[in-house]
């Protein structure tokens, strides 16, 4: 089971990037998905989350309103749309899964597969 994320890449504050993520090996449908960022020298911290059927989705206060994820269960992918990004968004991001409904979404260590990372910066 694979994940592999990617989109990541340098640009100026106010702008857009949209990351993606493809799982391979499983069927992710039936899986709920989410991102994380983790800044240099912070822990890494829970971004958004969208449910299996995908009519669900949480997002970070600090993203609320910039930011949103979705999902594509025929492709087995996760997008996340960034808009409006700022410097304090630079952070390597990663895509992650869970084959079942967690109530602490944003504990890192409660979910089962992770993707290798997408750095994204920008600069003010």
């Known amino acids: 089971v694979q994940l592999q994320a990617s989109g990541g890449g340098l640009v100026q504050a106010g702008g857009s990037l949209r990351l993606s993520c493809a799982a391979s090996g499983r069927t992710f449908s039936t899986y709920h998905w989410g991102w994380f960022r983790q800044a240099p020298g912070k822990e890494r911290e829970f971004v958004a989350r969208i449910s299996a059927s995908g009519g669900v989705t949480y997002y970070a206060d600090s993203v609320k309103g910039r930011f949103t994820i979705s999902r594509d269960n025929a492709k087995n992918t996760v997008s996340l749309q960034m808009n409006s990004l700022k410097p304090e968004d630079t952070a390597v991001y990663y895509c992650?899964?869970?084959?079942?409904?967690?109530?602490?979404?944003?504990?890192?260590?409660?979910?089962?597969?992770w993707g290798q990372g997408t750095l994204v910066t920008v600069s003010s």
């Open positions: 992650a899964a869970v084959n079942k409904p967690i109530n602490y979404y944003y504990i890192p260590r409660l979910w089962h597969y």
